[in-house]
């Protein structure tokens, strides 16, 4: 079973930048499109991002377009979102998931999920 870790959230101040990775262990990535997602405290969970398998394909929420920007290397089994001009309102645990065949926003679309990452933007 594929599994997905996430690291490189923490706290940052308004206008910052973090760079999230996710990584695979014991599959490749090749295959799958992997989707960005965060929830904020007391809402629900938002997709904001997602790269296609072979990177051909990205899409991003209104919310973070031109600010981030996801990619990947699948030599290293890896997706990252890089985040730029941070905002309170990015403040959430942001996931990254996998799924087949096609991008989605849609979380109950998306088969692997990782544990999580923490950012926090606050002065």
């Known amino acids: 079973q594929l599994q997905l870790v996430e690291s490189g959230g923490g706290l940052v101040q308004p206008g910052g930048s973090l760079r999230l990775s996710c990584a695979a262990s014991?599959?490749?990535?090749?295959?799958?499109?992997i989707g960005w997602f965060l929830q904020a405290p007391g809402k629900e969970r938002e997709g904001i991002s997602c790269?296609?398998?072979?990177?051909?394909?990205?899409n991003y929420a209104d919310s973070v377009k031109g600010r981030f920007t996801i990619s990947r290397d699948n030599a290293k089994k890896t997706v990252y979102l890089q985040m730029n001009s941070l905002k309170p309102e990015d403040t959430a645990v942001y996931y990254c998931?996998?799924?087949?065949?096609?991008?989605?926003?849609?979380?109950?679309?998306?088969?692997?999920w990782g544990q999580g990452t923490q950012v926090t933007v606050s002065s």
């Open positions: 998931a996998a799924k087949l065949h096609y991008c989605s926003g849609y979380g109950h679309e998306y088969n692997y």
């Open positions: 014991r599959f490749t990535l090749d295959y799958y499109n």
């Open positions: 790269i296609s398998s072979s990177s051909y394909s990205t």
